[in-house]
């Protein structure tokens, strides 16, 4: 049997970067459930083929110009994620763009 090469630096940094998507992914689906807030048919939809892309092909975008090289997730994939999270938190969505309102 013979022993396994070392990964190179970059194989284990993107290696790591799927670990950590793919766990960012279960623990947005947990604490939506635990806090017992139903994710919409989309977002749920989102997490799994998310997870899926992920597992498959090592990220979940097929443009390298949408996401940073190693990453496995795009700028927009993450901030959906985020979103989610925030959403199972039960915390108020953020303001993307335009004023705030006039406090009155």
């Not at 635990?34 to 992920?54: Q, T």
């Amino acid at each position: 049997m013979k022993p396994k090469r070392p990964l190179s630096p970059f194989e284990a940094q993107r290696q790591a970067a799927q670990r950590a998507a793919l766990n960012a992914l279960k623990r947005a689906r947990r604490s939506a459930e635990k806090a017992g807030v139903s994710l919409s048919e989309w977002e749920g939809e989102f997490l799994d083929s998310v997870g899926d892309r992920i597992k498959t092909y090592g990220r979940a975008f097929g443009d390298p110009e949408k996401g940073a090289p190693g990453q496995a997730l795009s700028s927009m994939q993450g901030r959906k994620l985020k979103e989610i999270t925030a959403k199972a938190k039960g915390e108020e969505p953020k303001r993307r763009w335009g004023r705030k309102p006039k406090a009155e």
